[in-house]
């Protein structure tokens, strides 16, 4: 399935109050280029989810995404979602929060960062957040 088409979900950075939080956060789980995060429930559509990614809600806005690479069943009955450890910053775009995850199709995705647009995803994350916060972004 290629990732136009892949199915994608949306995920709440719980504790996260900024980029750089989550940038922090998963700095030292990487390996390989993947890490992984675990929930207790695999998503029933999750074959449709490999090749997508998970876009992090912080502060009530969708800001950056993870690709998807796969589902691994952990000894203890939870499932780990393997993902890129690339953090690929979006046009941020307002989304509630909500426990869980939530499917999000590729067509209603914020678009990524591209062509002249690459230097902002440079900018430190503080004032990307500033910059979306008054839509200027």
């Known amino acids: 399935m290629s990732a136009m088409s892949a199915l994608n979900i949306t ?14 956060r998963q700095k030292g789980r ?10 207790r429930y695999r998503p029933k559509r999750y074959e449709e989810l490999v090749g997508g990614s998970i876009y992090w809600i912080i502060k009530h806005r969708l800001v950056v995404r993870q690709r998807i690479i796969a ?6 009955g939870r499932w780990n979602i393997r993902l890129d450890a690339k953090l690929i910053p979006v046009r941020a775009r307002p989304k ?22 690459a230097g902002l995803a440079a900018l430190p994350s503080n004032m990307l957040n500033d910059l979306a916060r008054l839509a200027l972004i």
């Open 96 to 117: 509630r929060a909500h426990q869980g995850w939530r499917y999000l199709k590729a067509s209603d995705a914020p678009k990524d960062f591209e062509g002249d647009e």
């Open 71 to 76: 589902f691994e069943e952990a000894a203890d």
């Open 11 to 24: 995920k709440v950075a719980v504790g996260c109050a900024s980029l750089a939080d989550l940038e922090r």
């Open 30 to 39: 990487e390996e390989g280029g993947t890490l992984f995060i675990t929930t």
